[in-house]
T-cell receptor, first 118, second 113 residues
Framework: NAGVMQNPRHLVRRRGQEARLRCSPV?????VYWYRQLPEEGLKFMVY????????ESGMPKERFSAEFPKEGPSILRIQQVVRGDSAAYFC????????????????FGEGSWLTVV | GDSVTQMEGPVTLSEEAFLTINCTYT??????LFWYVQYPGEGLQLLLK???ADDKGSNKGFEATYRKETTSFHLEKGSVQVSDSAVYFC????????????WGAGTKLIIKP
């Protein structure tokens, strides 16, 4: 997986609690992306961040979800007041350069964080 | 908009059988095409990719050829093993989708000994 580290790997939360998912990109990568994989579906883009900036959050639900990538430390995906429909695998990815069009730049994925809301 | 369509699973084969998992796409321009694999309980791994028409990506005995005329990127392997059991995702990246990537729904492959 070329060094993208996600934790926790598995997280169980009761409805109404908060979930925090962490992602450390490959060393030297400044572009971080979060995707969500619902059961039996492909991945869906959520948000793209660079250090201290949210560049594109068009795939993020408008409420309860937020993301950050601080100057120091990992990127955090935060889900407040979780509901059963938030149960999914959340994947973080990073790249050394911005992925644009069909350029050959490679994106590296973490192993994912599986959130289960009970 | 861009889209990717994969054959539905699960696909169940015996060991040493020939594998084809179909993937077709719609996209503007000339997208890059990818196959990712997800083994049980693990994250996504890039299996192979192709960035222009007629390119053939290959890795671990898997191959896929970028066919612009049929807008396809079918995954093939001549002789599958039990260890190939996983979910396979086809994805594309184009001028419109950029880093968002567009993913197929995934095809679960089950190989029986």
């Amino acid at each position: 997986n070329a060094g993208v580290m996600q934790n926790p790997r598995h997280l169980v939360r009761r409805r109404g609690q908060e979930a925090r998912l962490r992602c450390s990109p490959v060393k030297g990568h400044s572009h971080v992306y979060w995707y969500r994989q619902l059961p039996e579906e492909g991945l869906k883009f959520m948000v793209y961040l660079q250090k201290e900036n949210i560049i594109d959050e068009s795939g993020m639900p408008k409420e309860r979800f937020s993301a950050e990538f601080p100057k120091e430390g990992p990127s955090i995906l935060r889900i407040q007041q979780v509901v059963r429909g938030d149960s999914a695998a959340y994947f973080c990815a990073s790249s050394p350069l911005l992925l644009q069009g069909s350029n050959g730049n490679t994106i590296y994925f973490g192993e994912g964080s599986w959130l289960t809301v009970v | 908009g861009d889209s990717v369509t994969q054959m539905e699973g699960p696909v169940t084969l015996s060991e040493e059988a020939f594998l084809t998992i179909n993937c077709t796409y719609t996209a503007t321009g000339y997208p890059s095409l990818f196959w990712y694999v997800q083994y049980p309980g693990e994250g996504l791994q890039l299996l192979l990719k192709a960035t222009k028409a007629d390119d053939k990506g290959s890795n671990k005995g898997f191959e896929a050829t970028y066919r612009k005329e049929t807008t396809s990127f079918h995954l093939e392997k001549g002789s599958v093993q039990v260890s190939d059991s996983a979910v396979y995702f086809c994805a594309l990246r184009s001028m419109d989708s950029n880093y968002q990537l567009i993913w197929g729904a995934g095809t679960k492959l089950i190989i029986k000994p």
